[in-house]
């Protein structure tokens, strides 16, 4: 199983994790976003570009429950304070558009992360995480 986690659940964020759900082999097992789970349970629940999503959407306090799976939801406002060791993240998905240098990028790895998938271009143009 792989364990993938997502940084930034807007737009591009909420985009993959749909996609992700079509893979019984890949598991989001941890969203970091600012917005509490409610607002982002209804985000998932309703998008108005990709319509009502396929499966039930719930949340409580820490979590947003995807078919009866529950995902954990942090809510920091930057990677170097993400603790991702607990979680066993094989990927890192960045999608807050935010962070897209090494120095940025390498908290990811740091904090437990074995690689980080940057949603926008990088600064730089040799990055290899």
Not at 68 to 91: C, G, M, Q, R
């Amino acid at each position: 199983m792989i364990h993938v986690a997502i940084n930034g659940f807007g737009r591009i964020g909420r985009r993959v994790f749909r996609l992700l759900q079509d893979h019984q082999n890949i598991k989001v097992v941890a969203i970091n976003d600012l917005a509490d789970t409610k607002t982002l349970s209804h985000l998932l629940k309703y998008d108005s570009v990709h319509g009502r999503f396929n499966g039930e959407v719930s949340s409580d306090e820490n979590h947003i429950i995807v078919n009866n799976e529950k995902v954990t939801l942090l809510n920091e406002n930057h990677p170097k304070l993400i603790d991702w060791a607990p979680f066993k993240v094989d990927y890192v998905i960045e999608s807050t558009g935010k962070f897209k240098t090494i120095p940025e990028l390498e908290f990811h790895l740091k904090n437990g992360a074995n690689h980080v998938i940057l949603s926008v271009p990088p600064i730089e143009d040799d990055i290899k995480l």
